[in-house]
């Protein structure tokens, strides 16, 4: 069983940076996590990913503006979010999955933390 636990959000300016944390418990082996977000009338989307390897991936929307990050010894995964665009306003949900595949699509993963609300102003 994973427990995850999101902090970190908040309001800030466009061109502003935010920095979220999950909190992660329960066995790391073959565990992948990524950062999904999802705003008001659409879809859940994936942001980030990272691979139990250690690769990650990104979003086009977000690439070269957000990274993602782990830090083993926590077991905490985090967001760094740059370059804040309004469009970039949204709940940001942590997640994870077990397994040998590395997924994108929120159907891939089992276990998701209670979210945490990112809103950027013009």
């Known amino acids: 069983q994973v427990q995850l636990v999101e902090s970190g959000g908040g309001s800030v300016q466009a061109g502003g940076s935010l920095t979220l944390s999950c909190a992660a418990s329960?066995?790391?082996?073959?565990?992948?996590m990524a950062w999904f977000r999802q705003a008001p009338g659409k879809e859940r989307e994936g942001v980030a990913f990272r691979h139990y390897g250690g690769s990650t991936a990104y979003a086009d929307s977000v690439k070269g503006r957000f990274i993602i990050s782990q830090d083993i010894a926590k077991d905490t995964l985090y967001l760094q979010l740059n370059s804040l665009k309004p469009e970039d306003t949204a709940m940001y949900y942590c997640?994870?999955?077990?397994?040998?595949?590395?997924?994108?699509?929120?159907?891939?993963?089992?276990?998701w933390g209670q979210g945490t609300q990112v809103t950027v102003s013009s």
């Open positions: 329960g066995s790391m082996l073959r565990r992948y």
């Open positions: 997640a994870a999955g077990y397994g040998y595949t590395w997924p994108d699509s929120p159907d891939g993963y089992s276990y």
